[in-house]
C-alpha cells in the first residue's frame, strides 16, 4: 500500500484563524478516516469518507470543522475559526489490503 | 459501544527480556484487530492485522493473539531490544470491512539497556 502524506507537519495559529489540513494519496474507492489524538482522550475518530461520501462525521464540532475530498486523491480536514482546545495532533488514516495505514499527523497549535 | 482498555498504562523490563502486552475489549463482534506502534511524535506504524476469523499473526519477533469469545488480544514481544521503546496500541474493528477502529490508550514500553 502506497504511504499516506499528511500536511503541514506542524502548524501554529492564533485563535480564530483558519486552518486546513491535507492529506493525499488516498485511492478513490478507500475509506478514509479522520483522527485526533490528544494525551487527555487519546485516539478520538472525527469523521469518515467511503468513495468520498461521509459516513459518518458525529465526531466533529460541525459548526467550526468540515472534511471533504475534493478529488479522488486528497481529503481535507478545515476548522474555522479555530480555539486552544483544537490543539492536538490529527491524523488521517487509509483502509486498505493490509489494513489501516496512517499518515504522519499534522501536529497544531492554536494560541 | 465498544471499548478498549489497555493495561498496565506503561511498562519497563530490561533488555532481552521476552514480555506480553494485553489489550481487551468489551464487544466481541469485531471485524478485525489491529496492533500498532508510536514512537514519540511520530505517527502510527502498522505492526500486525488479525482479522477475526484469525487467531494469531507473526512478524519476526511479534505475535499477536487473539481470542474474541473473551474479548483479549496479547502481543508478544520476544527478546526486547531498547528500539523496541515506543507506546503500543491496539485497536478494534466492528463487523463490515472499512469501518472505523476504536483505540485503547496504549501501552509506553521501556527496554532498559
Known amino acids: 500500500d502506497a504511504r499516506v502524506t499528511q500536511t503541514p507537519r506542524d502548524k501554529v495559529t492564533e485563535m480564530g484563524q483558519e486552518v486546513t489540513m491535507r492529506c493525499q494519496p488516498i485511492?478513490?474507492?478507500?475509506?478514509v478516516f479522520w483522527y485526533r489524538q490528544t494525551m487527555m482522550q487519546g485516539l478520538e475518530l472525527l469523521a469518515y469518507f467511503r468513495n468520498r461520501a461521509p459516513l459518518d462525521d458525529s465526531g466533529m464540532p460541525k459548526d467550526r470543522f468540515s472534511a471533504e475530498m475534493p478529488d479522488a486523491t486528497l481529503a481535507t480536514l478545515k476548522i474555522q475559526p479555530s480555539e486552544p482546545r483544537d490543539s492536538a495532533v490529527y491524523f488521517c488514516a487509509r483502509f486498505g489490503s493490509s489494513g489501516y495505514t496512517f499518515g504522519s499527523g499534522t501536529r497544531l497549535t492554536v494560541v | 459501544k465498544q471499548e478498549v482498555t489497555q493495561i498496565p498504562a506503561a511498562l519497563s523490563v530490561p533488555e532481552g527480556e521476552n514480555l506480553v502486552l494485553n489489550c481487551s475489549f468489551t464487544d466481541s463482534a469485531i471485524y478485525n484487530l489491529q496492533w500498532f506502534r508510536q514512537d514519540p511524535g511520530k505517527g502510527l506504524t502498522s505492526l500486525l492485522l488479525i482479522q477475526s476469523s484469525q487467531r494469531e499473526q507473526t512478524s519476526g519477533r511479534l505475535n499477536a493473539s487473539l481470542d474474541k469469545s473473551s474479548g483479549r488480544s496479547t502481543l508478544y514481544i520476544a527478546a526486547s531490544q531498547p528500539g523496541d521503546s515506543a507506546t503500543y496500541l491496539c485497536?478494534?474493528?466492528?463487523?463490515?470491512?472499512?469501518?472505523?477502529?476504536?483505540f485503547g490508550k496504549g501501552i509506553t514500553l521501556s527496554v532498559r539497556p
Open positions: 485497536a478494534v474493528g466492528p463487523t463490515g470491512a472499512n469501518s472505523k477502529l476504536t
Open positions: 485511492l478513490g474507492h478507500n475509506t
